[in-house]
């Protein structure tokens, strides 16, 4: 077995067994090769042989990531009423992130206890045409190892499925209201323009809530399917 091999198939061990989890951030190029005393093209012809294996996500100018196990098509295809039209690779602006307690309303939503403490995580998805802004809200039960560093390369349905829980069900709603001044100024339009605002509710196979997710749009295409 060739060295680069060797590093490849420890760091394989690793993601097995859990040390690094699904949408994990790994450490960088230059880190594993002061980790394993190799030369940098080692390294990156573990990465590669990794990458090429779909076991690792790697994301220029931001890091390596384990890859997900789920893709957001298989997700959508199984499941869930709106599906985009297009997918695109979208800058991600993380706008806020902290810990809350969930209160008496998301407390009911996610049955989980009012004082318990949730991630509110809100960032913008910028495309060349377009801006969508995504609210996600993960109870910290579920999700205890969760990095932030996940979002930049994780879709939204492959972040949800990377905690505890796996995602088994999808409800999705869709309305349509207006623009307040933050969402205007953030979604390039002016107050009281109409959006799209989707609602997603993530369940496991019991039906145990998993994850809140809101986004809103202004013109991003959708394709609604009640088939």
């Known amino acids: 077995m060739k060295l680069f091999e060797k590093v490849a198939s420890h760091?394989?061990?690793?993601?097995?067994?859990?040390?690094?989890?699904?949408?994990?951030?790994?450490?960088?190029?230059?880190q594993l090769q002061k980790d394993?005393?190799?030369?940098?093209?080692?390294?990156?012809?573990?990465?590669?042989?990794?990458?090429?294996?779909n076991m690792v996500v790697r994301k220029k100018g931001v890091g390596l990531f384990v890859a997900p196990t789920l893709s957001t098509q298989n997700?959508?295809?199984?499941?869930?009423?709106?599906?985009?039209?297009?997918?695109?690779n979208h800058k991600k602006i993380i706008k806020d992130t902290y810990l809350r307690q969930a209160g008496s309303y998301y407390s009911q939503l996610l049955k989980i206890k009012p004082s318990e403490l949730i991630y509110y995580i809100s960032f913008l998805e910028?495309?060349?045409?377009?801006?969508?802004?995504?609210?996600?809200?993960?109870?910290?039960?579920?999700?205890?190892?969760?990095?932030?560093?996940?979002i930049k390369v994780l879709s939204a349905l492959e972040i949800t499925n990377s905690g505890k829980k796996k995602v088994d069900i999808l409800e999705q709603d869709l309305q349509l209201i207006v623009?307040?001044?933050?969402?205007?100024?953030?979604?390039?339009?002016?107050?009281?323009?109409?959006?799209?605002?989707?609602?997603?509710?993530?369940?496991?196979?019991?039906?145990?809530?998993?994850?809140?997710?809101?986004?809103?749009?202004?013109?991003?295409?959708?394709?609604?399917?009640?088939?």
């Open 75 to 88: 997700i959508l295809e199984m499941t869930g009423i709106i599906k985009p039209h297009i997918y695109q």
């Open 11 to 30: 760091l394989m061990d690793e993601i097995n067994t859990g040390h690094y989890r699904v949408g994990s951030e790994l450490p960088p190029e230059g």
């Open 36 to 53: 394993y005393a190799v030369s940098r093209t080692t390294v990156r012809k573990a990465i590669d042989l990794l990458v090429d294996k």
């Open 179 to 227: 623009a307040n001044a933050e969402l205007a100024k953030q979604l390039r339009c002016k107050i009281n323009d109409p959006l799209f605002k989707i609602s997603n509710h993530y369940f496991d196979i019991n039906r145990e809530p998993i994850a809140i997710e809101y986004k809103f749009a202004s013109n991003t295409k959708y394709v609604v399917d009640f088939t």
């Open 126 to 150: 910028v495309a060349k045409n377009s801006v969508v802004k995504e609210i996600f809200l993960l109870p910290l039960n579920n999700f205890p190892d969760f990095q932030i560093s996940i």
